[in-house]
């Protein structure tokens, strides 16, 4: 079977504590972007064992520690009987950009292995085994836009309609953000507005009251996010954000079917398209 694991974006972004066990609850709004892996699921030849080949991007990590995998050995833990699978992952979305890619696999590889496998697991299922393998997994099982609160792992559906169709342009400035490091460099604080609200207004509103908590925090050490976000805003983008804890920064366009060209340094990569 093969699946194409989408990426997300984030729409604002707010810290607003920290838990006894070191994580932090939030509020944000995540959806779908069209910017994809590759991901096939095969059962292993007799007598083989499970097995995971990677090209495209190199991921860091041994095989074993690959979300795929682990997603795998989440699902044999309690079905035991399960027979071995080949996986095959073809990695083009940027890592520790902000935009969810591992977590997309890990969330496209319990659902392709529940077809696979015949568990015949439900989403509600899914979703809690998503959980246990990152905050932002359970977020792909659905994989529609979501209004995510505590970890980032309790949702509700958000049709947020005024987005469909929009062009948009992401950038990732060839930076690794660790996810651990931006949280750790952030002071929660109650939300200035209620972003749920906020995000029912039309897009152009959403440069003064939808925010993302990670941009103030990381702004003193790379000024290049902030910089960029300045020229997507300056190329007529109706809103522009960092996505998640970062280094992806993207621009929304409603209206248009494209996004316009822009002259960025060579090594940054660009993903240009419709929501
Ligand atoms: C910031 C967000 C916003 O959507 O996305 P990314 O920027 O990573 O894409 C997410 O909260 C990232 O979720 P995810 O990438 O699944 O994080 P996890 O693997 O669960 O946790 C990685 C580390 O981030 C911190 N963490 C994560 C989630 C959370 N609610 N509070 C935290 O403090 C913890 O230090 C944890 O050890
Ligand atoms: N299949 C995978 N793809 C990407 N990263 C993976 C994968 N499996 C494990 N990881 C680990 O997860 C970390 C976070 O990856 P990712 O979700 O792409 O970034 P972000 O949290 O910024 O959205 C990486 O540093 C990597 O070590």
Redesign the pocket.
């Given at each position: 079977m093969l699946v194409f694991p989408n990426a997300k974006l984030n729409l604002g972004l707010h810290i607003t504590a920290r838990r006894p066990d070191g994580f932090h609850t939030l509020e944000t709004a995540m959806v779908p972007l069209p910017w994809t892996d590759a991901l096939e699921v095969l059962p292993a030849p007799e007598a083989a064992e499970t097995s995971l080949t990677l090209t495209g991007r190199p991921?860091?990590?041994e095989p074993a520690?690959?979300?795929?995998v682990r997603a795998y050995e989440l699902l044999r833990a309690d079905f035991p009987q399960v027979p071995a699978v080949r996986l095959h992952?073809h990695?083009v979305?940027?890592?520790?950009?902000?935009?969810?890619?591992?977590?997309a696999?890990?969330a496209f590889a319990l659902r392709a292995l529940n077809t696979v496998l015949a568990l015949n697991l439900s989403d509600d299922a899914l979703e809690a085994y998503a959980r246990r393998l990152?905050s932002?997994c359970a977020f792909f099982i659905r994989n529609q836009p979501a209004l995510a609160l505590g970890r980032g792992d309790e949702l509700s559906a958000l049709p947020l309609p005024q987005l469909a169709g929009a062009a948009c342009k992401v950038i990732y400035p060839n930076l690794?953000?660790?996810?651990a490091e931006a949280y750790a460099g952030v002071t929660p604080r109650p939300p200035q507005h209620a972003l749920g609200t906020a995000l029912a207004a039309p897009i152009n509103t959403w440069r003064d009251t939808v925010v993302n908590d990670f941009e103030a925090s990381l702004a003193p050490k790379f000024p290049v996010l902030a910089q960029l976000k300045e020229q997507l805003y300056a190329a007529g983008a109706a809103y522009a954000s960092l996505s998640?804890?970062g280094s992806a920064v993207f621009g929304l366009w409603p209206g248009q079917s494209a996004p316009p060209k822009l002259a960025l340094k060579a090594d940054y990569e660009v993903w240009d398209g419709v929501l």
């Open positions: 991921v860091p990590g520690t690959n979300l795929c992952l990695k979305v940027p890592i520790g950009a902000g935009l969810g890619g591992g977590s696999d890990a990152g932002d690794h953000i660790s996810t998640g804890s």
